[in-house]
C-alpha cells in the first residue's frame, strides 16, 4: 500500500519512517500541504495521510477520487478541513480521535502561566541582563474563575489541572457530563463570571466565532482567553478590538484562523500580509505558538501508532475502527 504523505516536517519522519517498508506500508512524503495544487501527487498512491493544515475541499476530494485514491488518514483529531459531505460514499476517512490530551492540556496551562506571570518577556529581558521587574506584576491563579468550553478529553485534563491550582470552575458542554468540582453553566453566565476562558470545543457550524463581538461584550474585564482548539472559535477581528479596548486582559493563541497559510514555516525573513496576526502579535499581552499544543513525544508516537493501525485495517479490509463518515454511517457527515 503506497501512501502519499503531505506536509511532512522532521517530526513526522522520525515517527513514520520505523513502519516505512514494514506489513506492506509504503510512505513517499511530502513536504508541501495538500491542496488543488498538489493533489496530483498522490497519482499512483491507495491513500493520502494529512494533517490540520491540510485542505481536503469538494474539489481536491474529486480530484483524489479520480487518482483512485480510497482513503484519507488524518494524522489528527479534528477534521474541520474535510468536506465530508464531497467525501461521503466515494472515499473512506481515518482520524486519530485521541493521542495525548496531555500534551494539548499542559500546553494550554504552560501558556496561560508564562502569559500571567509575564514569563515571555523574563526571559527577554535577562537574555540581556535586564534584572528590572517593572512592569511584570502577575496574578494567583489560586481562587480565580476558570470557564472551559468543551469538557471532552483535552478539557477534562485542563480541569484537572486547573484543580491543582486551587481555582473555581465553570463548564459549558452541548453534552455536559458528571464532573467531581465542576459547575456547568449557560455560556452567559460563564462569560460573565470567568477570569480565565479556555476552549477546548470542536469547530463546527455552531461553535464558528464562538468568541467574539458580542460574547467579549459580557466578559469579565481583564479576562485571559487560551485557544489550543481551533482558529475559527475566534473572531480574529472582534478579539484584537476587545484586546485594544483593554476588555480583554491577554490571549493565549495555539491556534489562528488564517494559519494554514503560515503556521508550520518560517516566515522570518519574510513581510507577513495577515494584518490581524501582525498586530496580534505586536501586543505584549498575546501570546502566538503555531499550533504546537499537540507535540510532545508521546504524542508523535501515538498518532504514528494509531495512523500505521489506521491505514493496516483499510488494506486488510477490516472494520476502521477510527472512521470519520462511513457510508454505513451518514448520520456522521
Ligand atoms: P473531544 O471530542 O474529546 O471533546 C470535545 C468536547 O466538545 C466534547 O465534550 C463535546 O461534547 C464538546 N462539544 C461539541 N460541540 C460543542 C459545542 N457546540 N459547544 C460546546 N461544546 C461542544 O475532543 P478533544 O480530544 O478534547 O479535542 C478538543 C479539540 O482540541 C479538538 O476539536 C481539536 O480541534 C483541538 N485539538 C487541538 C490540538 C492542538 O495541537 N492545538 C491538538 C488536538 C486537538
Known sequence: MKIAFFDTKEYDRQAFEPYDGKDGLHFHFYE??????????????????VFVNDDLNAAVIDRLCALGIGLIALRCAGYNNVDLSAARNRIRIVRVPAYSPYAVAEHAMAMLLCSIRRIHKAYIRTKDFNFSLTGLTGFDLHGKTVGVIGTGKIGRVFIDLCKGFGMKILAYDKYPARIDGVSYTDLDRLFRESDILSLHCPLTAETVHLIGKNSIAKMKKGVVIINTSRGALIDSEDLLAGIKDRRIGAACLDVYEEESDLFFEDFSGHIVNDDILARLITMPNVIVTSHQAFL?????????????????SYAKKEALENEV?????????
Open 296 to 312: 510532545t513525544r508521546e504524542a508523535l508516537s501515538a498518532i504514528a501508532a494509531v495512523t500505521v493501525k489506521n491505514l493496516l
Open 325 to 333: 463518515c462511513s457510508p454505513d454511517r451518514p448520520q456522521d457527515a
Open 32 to 49: 508541501t500541504k495538500l491542496n488543488e495544487d498538489t493533489a496530483d501527487l498522490a497519482k499512483g498512491a491507495d491513500a493520502v495521510c
